[in-house]
C-alpha cells in the first residue's frame, strides 16, 4: 500500500511539474522570415523584426501546444528601404489600415518524435484562413545565463498570396502564389 501511494505521489507531482507552462520568445534568439520568387527568377528573403509568440503546454514534448503568435506589420524588413516602404503602403501589407498579422493554432498532430503538423488560423489583412506548418520542437536546456528552462523550436511552410487576397494586384509572372515561411525561436519559460 505505502509503495502504490508513493508511486502515485511521484506520478502526480510529474503531471503537475508540466501542467499548463506558459513560454514566451525571446527576441534576441528569435527570427520569423519569408522568401518569396520575384520576376519567376529570384528569390526575395525579408523579416518581421518585431513579434510576440506564446506557448502555452501540459505535455513536456510539446505535444499538446498552443501557439499564439501576434505580428507588427510595420516591422518588416527586406534590406531595401524603397521595397519596405511599399510594402508598408496600402499596395501591400496596408500597415495603417492592419497593423499585426495573427496566428492562433487549433492543433498540433505528432508526425514524429519532435516533429509535428501545428495546425491554425492566420490572419493577414483582415481575413482569415487555416493554415499547416510544420515545426521541430528542438529540445529544452537550462539557458546558463538567466538559468531558467528554454525550449526551441523550428517552423517551416507555404502560405497562398491568393488565400488572403494579399497583393492581386502583382501578378504571379510579378510575384509568386506561394510564401515560404521560415521562422526559429528560442522561448523561456514563464510559468
Given at each position: 500500500?505505502?509503495?502504490?501511494?508513493?508511486l502515485f505521489a511521484i506520478a502526480l507531482l510529474s503531471t503537475a511539474a508540466f501542467a499548463q507552462t506558459t513560454w514566451k520568445n525571446d527576441p534576441m534568439h528569435s527570427k520569423l522570415g519569408f522568401t518569396i520568387t520575384h520576376l519567376m527568377v529570384s528569390d526575395v528573403?525579408?523579416?518581421?523584426?518585431?513579434?510576440?509568440?506564446?506557448i502555452v503546454a501540459s505535455k513536456p514534448d510539446?505535444?499538446?501546444?498552443?501557439?499564439?503568435?501576434?505580428?507588427n506589420?510595420?516591422?518588416?524588413?527586406?534590406?531595401?528601404?524603397?521595397r519596405d516602404k511599399d510594402l508598408k503602403s496600402a499596395n501591400y501589407f496596408d500597415v495603417a489600415t492592419y497593423p499585426t498579422i495573427t496566428f492562433n493554432s487549433t492543433g498540433v498532430s505528432t508526425v514524429s518524435t519532435n516533429h509535428y503538423k501545428l495546425n491554425g488560423n492566420l490572419t493577414l489583412k483582415g481575413v482569415t484562413k487555416p493554415v499547416t506548418m510544420d515545426l521541430w520542437y528542438r529540445g529544452t536546456i537550462i539557458n546558463p545565463m538567466s538559468k531558467k528552462d528554454d525550449?526551441?523550436?523550428?517552423?517551416?511552410?507555404?502560405?497562398?498570396?491568393?488565400?488572403?487576397?494579399?497583393?492581386?494586384?502583382?501578378?504571379?509572372?510579378?510575384?509568386?502564389d506561394e510564401i515560404i515561411i521560415n521562422a526559429n525561436g528560442e522561448f523561456a519559460k514563464v510559468q
Amino acid at each position: 500500500m505505502k509503495k502504490t501511494f508513493i508511486l502515485f505521489a511521484i506520478a502526480l507531482l510529474s503531471t503537475a511539474a508540466f501542467a499548463q507552462t506558459t513560454w514566451k520568445n525571446d527576441p534576441m534568439h528569435s527570427k520569423l522570415g519569408f522568401t518569396i520568387t520575384h520576376l519567376m527568377v529570384s528569390d526575395v528573403d525579408g523579416i518581421f523584426k518585431d513579434f510576440t509568440c506564446t506557448i502555452v503546454a501540459s505535455k513536456p514534448d510539446f505535444s499538446d501546444a498552443k501557439f499564439q503568435l501576434t505580428i507588427n506589420t510595420a516591422s518588416i524588413n527586406t534590406d531595401v528601404d524603397y521595397r519596405d516602404k511599399d510594402l508598408k503602403s496600402a499596395n501591400y501589407f496596408d500597415v495603417a489600415t492592419y497593423p499585426t498579422i495573427t496566428f492562433n493554432s487549433t492543433g498540433v498532430s505528432t508526425v514524429s518524435t519532435n516533429h509535428y503538423k501545428l495546425n491554425g488560423n492566420l490572419t493577414l489583412k483582415g481575413v482569415t484562413k487555416p493554415v499547416t506548418m510544420d515545426l521541430w520542437y528542438r529540445g529544452t536546456i537550462i539557458n546558463p545565463m538567466s538559468k531558467k528552462d528554454d525550449a526551441g523550436f523550428k517552423l517551416t511552410g507555404v502560405i497562398k498570396r491568393s488565400d488572403f487576397n494579399f497583393a492581386s494586384q502583382a501578378g504571379t509572372s510579378m510575384l509568386s502564389d506561394e510564401i515560404i515561411i521560415n521562422a526559429n525561436g528560442e522561448f523561456a519559460k514563464v510559468q
